[in-house]
Each structure stands twice: as structure tokens, then as C-alpha cells.
């Protein structure tokens, strides 16, 4: 299994340029999330789904929106990039059997993402 | 609202000392409660994790947690660092409601000195 992937690793954009965050998990896991990590702030929850054609806001969920049409992929989109959201990403999948509450978060490589 | 405060933002220690890294967290009810390890440009791998049962919890390399209750506090030790425990740590804890949000501390920079 490859767990959790993403891609790109590195991107560079400018202020109001669009792109998009690619993330796969191959583990089946039902509920999938986007993160952003910046210095002293620990990780903060943008988007999260519990199943292909269910998403949900997190904590941070403004200037990016969130699709999933398969089980597999959760792509972030940022549809005009500011500064402001210049940080590293990170994807996250995790089963909801069971004691889901309790259940472990796989975390993908993460993107480093400059908007200049 | 929930939060976790881990109060110390770079440790340094030398290699073959002990570690305690400190978290306290804020929850109405009992946390589901998680230690994740970062080293530089990773993502984040889950050390361990306590929700219910034996207040001691046994992670991977060695870590272990102590959950209590009557200090808001879920601490990670390990008896004897190694320089491959240079990271950066943090503590979690799951949101109140919904599908497990976790609420994460702003992490701790550990270097270990040879």
C-alpha cells in the first residue's frame, strides 16, 4: 500500500493564481482531511469528508474548497491564492469502523505551498 | 471549546537523558487523546494514543504517555533519548461531536545533543 499521497511536493504561485492539491489514499478509509501547518500554530483543520459526496468545513475552510466524488482522492482547491495561505498542507485519511474517535490518522508527505 | 496548550516550544536535551514533554488540554468530557511525531520534512506518524483503560500508555520508540485526568495533562516521556528523536511533537486531542476533528497543540522542537 502507499497510504497516503500528494502531489505536488513544492509549488510556487502568484496572488490570484488558481491550483489545485492533489490527495489519494489506496487503504479505503472513509473519512479523509486537509490540514495547514504553519510555525507555531500546530495544525489546523480546513476541510474534512466522511465519504465520497459528503464534505464538511473545518476550522480554517475560507479561500478553499473541497470535492470528493470517489473514496480514494480529496483534492483542495484554492481558486484565487493569497499570501496569507503561503504554509505546508498536509492530507490525512483514517477508517470509521469501529471506535472511530479513537481511530489513528495517516498523514500524507505534505505540499510546501508559496504564494508570492 | 477545546484546545491544547503544549507549553514548551523547543527542548533540547542530550542524548541518553530523559524526555518529558508537556501538553495540557481543555475538554468537557473524556478526550480521545494523541501523540504524533514530525520529523523535518515528513508528515506526521502517530506515536500513541489513549482513550480509555490504563492511565500508561505504550507507544513506538519507546515513548510512553501518562493520561491525568485531575491535571488536564497527557505528557510524553521516554527514559532515554536517542538523536534519531530530533523532531518536532505533538499532542492532539478529538474535537467534542463529529467525525474525530482534531484539535492540535502548536507542537515541540525537540533537538538532542550528541
Known amino acids: 500500500n502507499a497510504g497516503v499521497t500528494q502531489t505536488p511536493k513544492f509549488q510556487v504561485l502568484k496572488t490570484g493564481q488558481s491550483m489545485t492539491l492533489q490527495c489519494a489514499q489506496d487503504?479505503?478509509?472513509?473519512?479523509m482531511s486537509w490540514y495547514r501547518q504553519d510555525p507555531g500554530m500546530g495544525l489546523r483543520l480546513i476541510h474534512y469528508s466522511v465519504g465520497a459526496g459528503i464534505t464538511d468545513q473545518g476550522e480554517v475552510p475560507n479561500g478553499y474548497n473541497v470535492s470528493r466524488s470517489t473514496t480514494e482522492d480529496f483534492p483542495l482547491r484554492l481558486l484565487s491564492a493569497a499570501p496569507s495561505q503561503t504554509s505546508v498542507y498536509f492530507c490525512?485519511?483514517?477508517?470509521?469502523?469501529?471506535?472511530?474517535?479513537?481511530?489513528?490518522?495517516?498523514f500524507g508527505p505534505g505540499t510546501r505551498l508559496t504564494v508570492l | 471549546a477545546q484546545s491544547v496548550t503544549q507549553p514548551d516550544i523547543h527542548i533540547t536535551v542530550s542524548e541518553g537523558a530523559s524526555l518529558e514533554l508537556r501538553c495540557n488540554y481543555s475538554?468537557?468530557?473524556?478526550?480521545?487523546l494523541f501523540w504524533y511525531v514530525q520529523s523535518p520534512g515528513q508528515g506526521l506518524q502517530l506515536l500513541l494514543k489513549y482513550f480509555s483503560g490504563d492511565t500508561l500508555v505504550q507507544g513506538i520508540k519507546g515513548f510512553e504517555a501518562e493520561f491525568k485526568r485531575s491535571q488536564s495533562s497527557f505528557n510524553l516521556r521516554k527514559p532515554s533519548v536517542h538523536w534519531s528523536d530530533a523532531a518536532e511533537y505533538f499532542c492532539a486531542v478529538t474535537s467534542e461531536g463529529g467525525y474525530n476533528k482534531l484539535i492540535f497543540g502548536a507542537g515541540t522542537r525537540l533537538a538532542v545533543h550528541p
Open positions: 475538554y468537557g468530557a473524556t478526550p480521545y
Open positions: 487503504m479505503n478509509h472513509e473519512y
Open positions: 490525512a485519511s483514517k477508517p470509521l469502523a469501529g471506535g472511530y474517535l479513537g481511530n489513528e490518522q495517516f
